[in-house]
């Protein structure tokens, strides 16, 4: 079966004045129909900045410097701006964290919905008005015709990212980017927006690339998991795999550090110092000076290894 | 039973806007005058034992940022009492009893000023220290939240999320409070820093022999730290029980509700079943208990009547009509 979204090696660096920052270094993955694939770091890790590659949404001093972004085969980076901009919107979305930050506030929902289907496809203002009704449905908004007729301040946090949802699915996009989108939600809202996602990736068949900080939303949502750090993927496989049996240390000192699977009132397992600038990463491994299992030869950096979907980008592995 | 060392007694708090120029006139012209008003708390009663962490949780909008500001004295109920039984400082009364670590480490430190001036201008005001001493106070303060007291001359910006957070504990603690009121003290940060703040928590409060009121959203932060659990929902409490007790057999529809929903990393690809509707706006709050627009369980007594605060199993009190049907 072919991967919806395959990419490859792909590297994004920032040329700033106090030096290349590699925001996205060497970063490999692949997402199939249906498949939903959980990609986890902390703030500054570069999970992001990879969807915004993906999406091609990259300013400078950003630059894509290398890799293969393929979806359905076909590659993205080396595609002309113009040919890259009927992609986006059509067939891979983006939804992000601040649903306000997405939907005009002076325009009406149907205005900002029925511009997302003409911008891409020839049809009548009524057929793209019937389209917009049946996504509204399908993330579960109640009377969507009244709700078209809304603006985004009359709904709660809730609706309007189910509205920001709506907008990414109304061209039945092959990929959709989702980027926090449930983390500035409360969380019977957030359940609820996750029970929406994970229906619409079984009905329609669409691939979801999920970025998160939130390991426990990953391990509920995701069948596969790749974890972030400094700009690399150190580590990824089925969420099973990677959850149960981490091997990288960053990996085990993450899911230990998560408060609910520790005895209450126990001092946490914490993993020491913080994220290290993206400007002064050298030649080393980049979780060197936080890692316990650190070695010698970890003065130079790890490169990815792969056993069948699991890969690993460590010389001291747990076992 | 000794007495708490903070209570709040059916405190009550309202919010409403005084009528702006525009509202003046058309209420001369002779229209109907209407107030919004939030109602962010509706008879409240807290209580938090000398050295006891008392969680509190809930979503946006459930009063619970009011009420740890009301704790803190930063806000005045509307209704209700505040009596605080805890050892005082002489001059200033229970002010520095109780004090507040906020959300953001971002917007919670004056840009301007440095560490030593965050840390340190409070205890000299009080009298607490004198001027000369300040800075081997402020040092000593840094310390004990695991910080370089050389970095003191540093302003907030040249400082990460985690060191943020911990000078606004610095700063809190700098004025020997017995109480801390932490309102989602550690929300805005990164999960292994997170880690790191919270094992603080915990350290000094052994140290320092505090008691905590937490406020957060995460139910796993909450049930880490935590004594007692208590569950607020649209400005009244629904729920309160030790924290084992909580977790093992929520009573109340909305905790059980709540405790369903939140994700944990040892379960896998579930199958969401999420609670319907939204939480109600305070500025209209539904009639009988807050919850019944959502509750699976509703019937007619819930549109009418709000249940109140029962016990109903040692320590366990739940609001809820279900409890007087099935005995």
Redesign the interface.
Known sequence: MTAVLDVEGLRMHFFTKAGVVRAVDDVSFRVERRGILGLVG??GSGKSMTGYSIMGLVDPPGRIVGGRILLNGRDLASLEPEAWRRLRGDRIAMIFQDPMMTLNPVLRIDTQMVEAVLAHHDVSRDSALARCREALAQVGIASPDERLRAYPHQF????RQRVAIAIAIVNKPDLIIADEPTTAL???????I??EM?KLCRESGTALLWIT?????I?????HVCVMYAGRIVESGS??EV?DRPRHPYTR???E??????E??R?????AG??PSLLALGASCAFRERCSRALEACAEAPVAEWSGERSLRCRNPLP | MTAPLLALRGITKRFSRPPDLAARIAQRLGARAERTTVHALDGVDLAVGDREVVGLVGESGCGKSTLGRIAARILEPTEGERVWNGPVQSGAGDRLAVQMVFQDPYASLNPRMRVVDIVGEAPVVHGLVPRGERESYVAQALERVGMDATLMRRFPHQFSGGQRSRIGIARALAVRPRLLVCDEAVAALDVSIQAQVLNLFVRLREELALAYLFISHDLGVIRHLSDRVVVMYLGRVVETAPTAELFARPNHPYTQALLSEVPRVDIRRRTYVPIRGEIPSPLDPPPGCHFHPRCPHAFERCRVEVPALREIAPGQRSACHLNEISR
């Open positions: 902390e703030s709660s946090g809730g609706m409360d969380v019977t809202i957030q359940g609820q996750l029970f994970q900080h939130d390991l426990s939303v391990a509920g949502l995701a069948d969420v099973d959850l000192g993450l899911i550090s998560v408060p609910s699977r520790n209450p009132g001092p946490l397992p914490q993993l913080m994220t």
